[in-house]
């Protein structure tokens, strides 16, 4: 039999993890693969009523085998079902569910929802509630007026930060520079009376922050006007912000001024109210 030198023997002990490290490392990036393919499944189904297999597959960019296993696993979890008619695929309520439960546990919604009800009433205007996320405003809650016209923005949708009444509150308290929260724009462009550029941010935020209100005229949608105001306090300055809109053909300066007080008003109530020294509850500071 023949022997194996130390040098040999240690030679094939390295090449032995190596082979082992590379196997390993592949194995992770195959699991990452899987996992955002999963998510991008679920995001997309979210944006659809019902749909087929392969018309899922060519809109997600996955091979239509890949997305029916991915289906199939998604389907055994709870989180889709399966027409019995037309055998399209359509998401179940049970990712509407954890979310529920995540979002009972925000502190802030909590705090503001009783206190964005009296401001719906006082106001006869549409309430709500947002968080900053990313570059994004994150609207937690609202309460409609009864107004026949309204915006259509429910919790859980995003809007851009820039051109809405409680992301402008929000970044013109955040301690961190504007810049390096949306970027340096051109930003997104909703209405022709939209702020679209970085100066013209620079200079709105600037005026919110000296009267410790915000207000969009038209920004996000014609015909709409917000007034909104930040509640402070946490780790950037802020920790969401809460705002009144209306549908109408316009706001007078004068309205402006006393929606804004009685709006800045309203979220220094709730900022007072977050315990633990005003830092966000479970979700605020996950979606941070």
Same mark, same amino acid.
């Given at each position: ?6 040098? /040999?023997e240690?030679t ?14 592949g194995g992770?990036?195959?699991a990452r693969?899987t996992a955002?393919n999963m ?5 997309? +189904?979210?944006? *659809?009523?019902r749909? #087929? $297999?392969?018309?899922?597959a060519?809109i997600a960019g996955?091979?239509v085998a *890949?997305?029916? %296993?991915?289906? %199939?696993? !998604?389907e055994? *979890?709870?989180?889709?079902?399966q ?8 998401l ?7 979310g529920?439960?995540?979002a009972s546990k925000?502190?802030i919604?909590?705090? /503001?929802?009783?206190? !964005? /009800? ?5 106001? #006869? ?9 990313g570059?994004?405003?994150l609207?937690?809650?609202?309460v409609e007026?009864?107004? !026949?016209f ?7 949708s995003r809007?851009?930060a820039?051109?809405?009444a409680? #992301? ?10 504007? =810049?390096s ?8 462009c ?13 200079k709105?935020l ?9 207000i969009?005229?038209?920004?996000f /949608?014609l015909g709409?006007?917000?007034v909104g105001?930040?509640?402070t306090?946490?780790?950037?300055g802020?920790?969401?912000?809460i705002? $009144?809109? =209306? ?9 402006? %001024?006393? !929606?804004?007080?009685? $709006? ?9 109210r ?5 830092? +966000? ?8």
């Open positions: 039999m023949k022997r194996v030198s130390r040098a /040999a240690r094939l002990s390295t090449q032995s993890l190596e082979s082992e490290s590379l196997s390993a490392d992770d990036r195959a693969s955002v998510l991008s499944l679920v995001e997309k +189904l979210a944006s *659809t009523e749909i #087929g $297999v392969t018309a899922l060519r996955i091979p *890949t997305t029916y %296993r991915m289906l %199939r696993i !998604l055994q *979890t709870g989180y889709v079902e027409l019995e008619t037309s055998k399209e695929y359509r179940t309520l049970k990712l509407f569910s954890l529920c439960e995540v925000t502190t919604r909590d705090l /503001a929802v009783v206190e !964005l /009800a009296k401001l719906a009433e006082q106001t #006869g205007m549409t309430t709500n509630l947002g968080v900053l996320v570059t994004d405003l609207y937690l809650s609202k007026s009864g107004d !026949l309204t915006l259509n923005q429910p919790p859980g809007s851009p820039t051109c809405t409680m #992301g402008k509150a929000m970044l013109a308290f955040d301690t961190r520079p504007v =810049a929260i949306v970027g340096k724009g051109p930003y997104v909703r209405t022709e009376y939209s702020i679209c550029t970085l100066e013209e941010l620079k709105d600037t005026e919110t922050k000296r009267r410790g209100y915000s969009d005229r038209q920004e /949608a709409v006007y917000s105001a930040p509640i306090g946490g780790r950037y802020q920790q969401g912000a705002s $009144v809109s =209306a549908v109408r053909p316009g706001m007078r300066e004068t309205e402006c %001024r006393q !929606l804004g007080e009685i $709006v800045k008003s309203v979220a220094s109530e709730i900022s007072a977050i315990p633990n020294g005003g830092q +966000l509850g479970i979700l605020g500071e996950w979606i941070r």
